[in-house]
């Protein structure tokens, strides 16, 4: 035989030998998965479905072009279990896709045996998951058997077990709250709050403005009337309100929101009322300035120039213009007072006010002033949760050092 025919009696061995092979690949069946379970997982909401099942050992070593294809199909109060999805040669299988009235909820590629499936709560669903072999287009070559579930709700849990450490927490402030509300009831002096200076200053501070025959500036804060920071500082304001009232000073209110302006003339006029002054209160005195922060600032620095007033307060949240404010009233010669929880402008206030209440100092003046049971007992309760946290912290370090990460048997045999 010659030389070129050989050649060509061998391109056609090989070609057969590779259609011969590639066959077998295609014609190699594909198993089922086993053990097919659908439920709704643990503490969940009851809007999830979690499907599990077994990978089948004949498909291994795992070939690359099989992949798991799982559907979902919402069934009726009355109606029976649907026939399974038909996966016919050719047919393309991808997420979110419609197979025989079934939905494609999802299309495992590497191999995992579980899926947490996303549903709509209160239905009824039916899910089928079958091994599917593609080729390089992404089309269906072979497929397993379908394995099909019984009719699965979602349900969602009564009680969430990962979450006990948050009501442990709400159990603790709540007995806290519980213990503190009837001591400060009947004892209500006997319940020790720390010295807030900078409150105690607030009427020498207006008294001096009355000495001096000038107002007094209060400025609330550039933020919403539904800031903490903002009803915070109102609620020093009605204070600040009856003090000038008794003292018959000038008090000027100004307000970066037009909402907070009405609150605030409404406690100014109750703050005069509780001193029996109500005839002295001048509405046109608590002012809206605008809603532009350093437009804000400078018609407070105007009104600083102008009137000067012998107090400045300010309390609430404060941003940028917090030194412009302080440095103006620091020219004038004002006993300043200034309050906020902003980390950021607290610097600012220390170096250029006489009195800065700090961060949850403010928050605490309400019942510093009023020494009213409930806000005692939340004041108290708060400190008492933050010597706990405390306490924790320091354990878990001492925990982490020692090499226990969890208390498990380590700690509790």
């Known amino acids: 035989m010659s030389r070129p025919m050989s050649r060509r009696w061998g391109a056609i061995a090989v070609a057969l030998v590779a259609v011969a092979v590639a066959g077998s690949a295609v014609a190699q069946p594909v198993e089922p998965v086993l053990g097919l379970t659908v439920r709704a997982p643990d503490n969940d909401d009851g809007r999830h479905l979690g499907v599990r099942f077994t990978r089948n050992p004949l498909n291994t070593p795992p070939d690359a072009g099989v992949v798991t294809a799982v559907f979902r199909r919402p069934v009726g109060a009355a109606s029976e279990s649907p026939p399974a999805p038909t996966l016919a040669p050719g047919a393309t299988v991808a997420a979110k896709t419609e197979v025989d009235g079934w939905t494609v909820a999802a299309v495992l590629e590497g191999g995992e045996a579980a899926f947490v499936d ?16 593609r080729d390089g287009d992404g089309k269906t070559t072979a497929a397993s058997p379908v394995a099909i579930s019984p009719l699965v709700e979602p349900r969602g849990a009564w009680f969430h077990a990962e979450r006990v450490g948050f009501l442990c927490i709400v159990v603790l402030i709540t007995g806290l709250i519980a213990y503190y509300i009837p001591l400060a009831r009947k004892r209500p ?11 105690d200053a607030i009427e020498d501070a207006v008294g001096r403005s009355t000495e001096m025959g000038r107002p007094v500036l209060y400025v609330t804060g550039l933020e919403e009337i539904q800031d903490i920071q903002t009803l915070a500082s109102l609620l020093i304001l009605g204070h600040v309100a009856e003090l000038t009232a008794t003292y018959d000073t000038e008090l000027k209110v100004a307000n970066y929101f037009p909402l907070t302006m009405v609150v605030a003339e409404e406690i ?8 029996g002054r109500i005839d002295a209160h001048r509405p046109e005195n608590v002012m809206f300035i605008t809603a532009e922060q350093f437009a804000f600032a400078a018609g407070v620095n105007g009104i600083i120039l102008r009137d000067r007033p012998a107090t400045n307060i300010y309390f609430g949240k404060f941003f940028g213009e917090s030194l412009l404010l302080a440095e103006t009233g620091f020219l004038t010669g004002a006993v300043q007072i200034a309050g906020t929880a902003e980390l950021t402008q607290l610097p600012f206030f220390v170096a250029a006010c006489d009195y800065t209440l700090i961060g949850e100092e403010m928050y605490a003046v309400s019942a510093y002033l009023s020494r009213e049971p409930t806000l005692l007992a939340n004041l108290k309760a708060g400190d008492r949760f933050k010597l706990a946290a405390m306490a924790f912290v320091v354990i878990g370090a001492a925990l982490a050092t020692a090499g226990v990460y969890a208390l498990g048997p380590k700690v509790f045999p």
């Open 268 to 275: 100014v006029r109750q703050g005069y009322a509780n001193a």
């Open 189 to 199: 002096k006997d319940i020790y709050i720390r010295r807030i200076p900078g409150v």
């Open 118 to 133: 996303e549903v709509a709560a209160g239905g009824r669903f039916v899910y089928a998951v079958a091994e599917v072999r």
